[in-house]
């Protein structure tokens, strides 16, 4: 399976289609005139974007925004779901389909739960058709339209295809590094590896079950259920290697996806814990999220996240720089958001409990030193050489203290509406407009109070933003992007994904290719090539 290189989904358009791409890739738009966000080249038509969310309500909710030419967003329902029996935990979506003519697009939806499925869904391409509205006033979704609280868009392409039951606990991260491979993770401490053109397991990597250390003496747990699994994994774009971070772990692993085998074990070291608020006796010490991204002219980094920090480590696994200021909120999600075509450049987006997402600059020439840690006043001691040696065991710890990033600029928080946590969000680039000035970032959030809210942001708003921290006086973090628009899900969301959705080619209709969505037998079969890499 690691003999394929990673396809750049991102870079690939239908024209004039924008691409599908992940909490990653971003792009360009203009600065903010006299303190207000203003989008650099306006589009020409509208974009249209499939939003997906989980829920603790078991829902999976898919969701349709259409941002109009004058920056308004049109929502409506294209399914709901029931999806499991317990709480939806985690998302995966699919590159799209290789075009063909006369046949529509599709993307895949995988979700995991704490109920140990994984349901595997086929989502279309494109938005809604005609045919599909059934001919104007009067069809099937204007009936439901006027009786539901939501505009309705029905789409006979989303539809389930089944469900994989390789796993026996609960589900806590997928993906879909490329549309031929499916990658799991679960607190069963396995990472399985299936295939999509006939959902074959092709591998399964186990973690080690770490030893349940530190535990009270009377812990009346069960056999067993001292803390374990996977809680995240990520893989490296040259689909060779991929990091896991695990529960009751205060390390992480390393693991060659060429053999399927380990190929290493980075522990966190005391000094690193207590930096980024892990060092006390009831703090778990474990790694929440991972990711890899670029910094520093393309050299390839990765970013561990905690429960209220983030530590950066370069290629060399020797921590970079942690992330949070002074001031911690919990952390939620993470992702490197591109600030080039080429994304050598990026910053680093991390959505935290008071509804923000704050951005930073990893690269070298924007880390500061940390403050001097202010200790607690202890009394005086008889003994010289005492407070010789506490003076440099202090002197030795502040030495070796991380530099802290750049908070550069931050989206949403009280002064655009948003107090509750951002649970999720995803960011998507839109084609640039020939002539235009540049790309637009479109990025949905998810919050805990069900409301899935739709931002705008300029790339060269960040960049301004990066230029300016620390001069002409400029010490305080900006606020960028713009609220769109808000749409009320009516469930506590869990997760979101979304994808920017390929303009329909013309003569091409949603009942043309449906023979082929009946289940598991007959998906992706484009990816045929695929098998001499899995042998």
């Known amino acids: 399976m690691g003999k394929r290189k990673r396809t750049d989904v991102s870079n690939e358009t239908a024209a004039p289609g924008p691409s ?66 317990s709480a939806i935990r985690c998302l995966a979506l699919s590159p799209p389909s ?76 997928l993906a879909f590094p490329a549309r031929s491979k499916l990658l799991s993770a679960a607190e069963d401490s396995t990472v399985a590896v299936a295939r999509t053109r006939d959902w074959a397991v092709l591998s399964s990597i186990r973690t ?38 695990g529960r009751g772990e205060r390390c992480m692993r390393l693991w060659n996806l060429m053999t399927a085998r380990r190929a290493g074990v980075l522990n966190f070291g005391r000094d690193v ?12 010490g474990e790694g929440r999220r991972v990711i890899w991204g670029r910094a520093d002219g ?6 561990v996240a905690f429960d209220r920090d983030l530590i950066v480590f ?65 009394r005086p001691s008889k003994d010289s050489n005492t407070d010789h040696n506490k003076k440099a065991e202090s002197s030795s710890s502040q030495s070796q203290s991380l530099p802290i990033a750049k908070f550069v600029a931050y989206l949403g928080g009280k002064e655009a509406g948003v107090t509750g946590r951002i649970k999720d969000f995803a960011v998507l680039r839109t084609a640039a407009e020939e002539g235009g000035g540049g790309e637009r970032l479109i990025i949905p959030t998810g919050s805990s109070d069900g409301k899935v809210r739709v931002f705008s942001l300029a790339v060269d708003e960040l960049k301004e933003a990066v230029a300016r921290k620390g001069k002409d006086g400029d010490k305080e973090a900006r606020r960028v992007g713009r609220l769109l628009g808000t749409y009320d899900t009516s469930n506590r969301i869990t997760c979101l994904e ?38």
């Open 20 to 85: 599908n791409t992940k909490k990653a890739k971003a792009a360009a738009t203009r600065p903010q005139e006299n303190g207000k966000p203003t989008l650099s080249s306006p589009l020409t038509q509208p974009v249209a974007i499939q939003i997906v969310t989980g829920s603790y309500d078991r829902i999976l909710h898919g969701i349709t925004a259409t941002v109009t030419p004058d920056e308004k967003v049109e929502f409506a329902d294209t399914f709901l779901f029931n999806a499991h029996t």
């Open 98 to 173: 290789a075009p063909e003519p006369g046949r529509a697009q599709k993307v895949m939806l995988a979700s995991g739960s704490s109920d140990e499925r994984i349901n595997v869904y086929n989502i279309s391409a494109h938005p809604p058709s005609s045919s599909s509205k059934k001919d104007g006033a009067g069809g099937l979704n204007d009936v439901l339209s006027s009786v539901a609280p939501r505009r309705i868009l029905e789409n006979p392409k989303n539809r389930e295809l089944g469900t994989l039951l390789h796993h026996s606990a609960s589900v806590t991260r």
């Open 208 to 245: 080690p079950i770490p030893k349940p250390l530190g535990r009270p003496s009377g812990d009346t747990a069960a056999l067993g259920a001292a803390p374990k699994g996977v809680n995240d994994f990520a893989v490296h774009p040259s689909m060779k290697l991929m990091i896991t971070v």
């Open 273 to 284: 814990l207590r930096q980024v608020g892990e060092g006390g006796r009831g703090a778990l």
């Open 298 to 303: 393309g050299d390839d980094e990765f970013c």
């Open 314 to 378: 370069g290629m060399d696994s020797t921590p970079k720089c942690r992330i949070m200021p002074d001031h911690r909120s919990k952390v939620h999600e993470v992702c490197y958001v591109a600030t080039d075509r080429e994304g050598d450049a990026s910053l680093l987006a991390v959505s935290t409990e008071d509804g923000r997402i704050m951005f930073f600059s990893t690269k070298s020439e924007d880390l500061t030193a940390a403050p001097a840690e202010t200790s607690k006043t202890s």
């Open 498 to 535: 979304a994808f920017v959705m390929i303009p329909r080619p013309e003569g091409v209709e949603d009942s043309e290719d449906e023979d082929g969505d009946d289940g598991f037998e007959d998906v992706s079969s484009e990816d045929d090539d695929d098998d001499e890499d899995d042998e």
